[in-house]
Every structure is written in structure tokens, then in C-alpha cells.
């Protein structure tokens, strides 16, 4: 019996740390899943920068992008993206990115123009509804356009 892997490709930016990978090591161990993993070149986590460091393991395949905007959590913008979804050709992706994200705007843009059947799933901890109480930061205009796409073009899994 041949088993079909699944690609999956998650998108994290503090996973720029080795050490805070062991998740994606664990699903990598699973023979039914591939799994890539998709991070910054750097990231700057409080006010220290961190460049990504390498994978030891050869069953996560590590992707590096520069990121456009600095190191704003809801403003990153993957350079590499596009790049990597036509090369990877994932079944899932697993964005660690809110709805308002313009990451997550950038992902939905990816499988509408590149794959349309590839499924997204977001992890955030968002806990407050910001459509009501407003998106508290300078260009909110822009995060909540990404949160009525996100809403409208539906990722499959949040």
C-alpha cells in the first residue's frame, strides 16, 4: 500500500529559532505529511534581531524569505511567498498570521492567482472582535480591507 503524503506548508515567523520548531518536527515524523516551513530571513522578536538559524532535521524542509515592512507581525508581507507555493505545491497551509494580517491577504492572493485547491488554515489569538472596536493601528483602513477579504474569500480553518 502506497501511502499519498500530504504537503503541508506552515508559515511562521517566530520559528526563526530552532528551538521553537518542535511542533513542526513532530507532524514531520508523520509518513502520511511533507512539511515545509516558511520564516523570515530575520525577525526581530522585542527589540533583538534573530536571523534564522538552520533546521537540524531533515525531515522539515526550511524556507527563508526576506519580508517587506519590517518586523510588524500584522504587516509582514513574505517576499518569497509565490516563489515557494509554485515550488512546493502545497495541500495545506498553515498560516500562524490573524485574519488581518496582510500576510493572510498575501496568502489568499497566492491560491486564488497559483492554486486554487490548496486549503488554509490560520492560527492567531486574536480574542477581540476588532470589526466592532476598530483595528488599533495607524493604517487600520488596510487591516481591516485584509480582514473583510480574509471573511469574504474564507480560509478553510481558523
Given at each position: 500500500?502506497?501511502?499519498?503524503?500530504?504537503?503541508?506548508?506552515?508559515?511562521?515567523?517566530?520559528?526563526?529559532?530552532?528551538?521553537?520548531?518542535?511542533?513542526?518536527?513532530?507532524?514531520?515524523?508523520?509518513?502520511?505529511?511533507?512539511?515545509?516551513?516558511?520564516v523570515p530571513q530575520r525577525w526581530k522578536e522585542?527589540?533583538?534581531e534573530i536571523a534564522c538559524e538552520d533546521e537540524p532535521s531533515h525531515?522539515?524542509?526550511l524556507h527563508r524569505s526576506n519580508i517587506l515592512f519590517g518586523y510588524r507581525n500584522h504587516r509582514v508581507v513574505y517576499a518569497g511567498l509565490f516563489r515557494i507555493i509554485t515550488k512546493v505545491h502545497p495541500d495545506f497551509v498553515l498560516a500562524v498570521h490573524a485574519p488581518e494580517n496582510y500576510a493572510t491577504l498575501q496568502l489568499l492572493t497566492a491560491r486564488k492567482l497559483l492554486l486554487p485547491s490548496m486549503k488554509i488554515g490560520l492560527f492567531a489569538s486574536r480574542n477581540i472582535d476588532l470589526t466592532s472596536v476598530g483595528f488599533p493601528y495607524k493604517l487600520s483602513f488596510l487591516s481591516s480591507?485584509?480582514?473583510?477579504?480574509?471573511?469574504r474569500f474564507k480560509v478553510d480553518v481558523v
Open positions: 500500500m502506497t501511502i499519498v503524503r500530504k504537503r503541508i506548508l506552515v508559515i511562521d515567523n517566530l520559528a526563526v529559532e530552532s528551538s521553537r520548531r518542535q511542533v513542526y518536527r513532530l507532524l514531520a515524523q508523520r509518513p502520511e505529511f511533507e512539511v515545509h516551513l516558511l522585542t527589540t533583538v525531515q522539515v524542509h480591507t485584509c480582514d473583510w477579504v480574509t471573511a
